[in-house]
């Protein structure tokens, strides 16, 4: 139920699944700003989303669109890792959280990070963890997580 004090800002950028449309939205171009995404065919689209979709809630692709320009400005993914610590535990993976420049300062990054989180911890995960560059640290710290230790990683392509 909305309240009468919501704004049309607030209203015209809601957090939802990722759909099979998203990809004539702009949602590659997305990807591309954050890190290496060759451009993708239609038909590898569909697949890789049917194939994340058969996952149910363990794996989840959120997006944001502007419904005024019809493109997709905000994204997030998260996957649950199954555990044998903690009583057979899960934790939730937050991955390739970007923002388009056109949207950024209007805490759309922030309300993916929530979606995220909250799906986490319905799914009864005991943490929420990701990496991230030092530059954005403080944003991170902003959506309520904190730095612990370090990252390694090695690349193969």
Known sequence: MQSGGSSNEEDKFQVRKLEISDKSKG??????????????????FEERFQELRS????????????????KIVATGSMFIEKKFLRNCGKVGHIEDVVVDPSARGMQLGKKVVGFLTDHAQAMGCYKVILDCSLDNKGFYEKCGLKQKEIQMTMYFV
């Not at 949602?27 to 065919?41: K, R, Y």
């Not at 996952?55 to 019809?70: A, F, K, N």
């Open 27 to 44: 949602f590659i171009e997305l990807l591309q700003q954050l890190s290496v995404c060759d451009s993708v065919s239609d038909k590898q």
């Open 55 to 70: 996952h149910g809630d363990d794996h989840l692709v959120c997006v944001i669109e502007d419904h005024h320009s019809g």
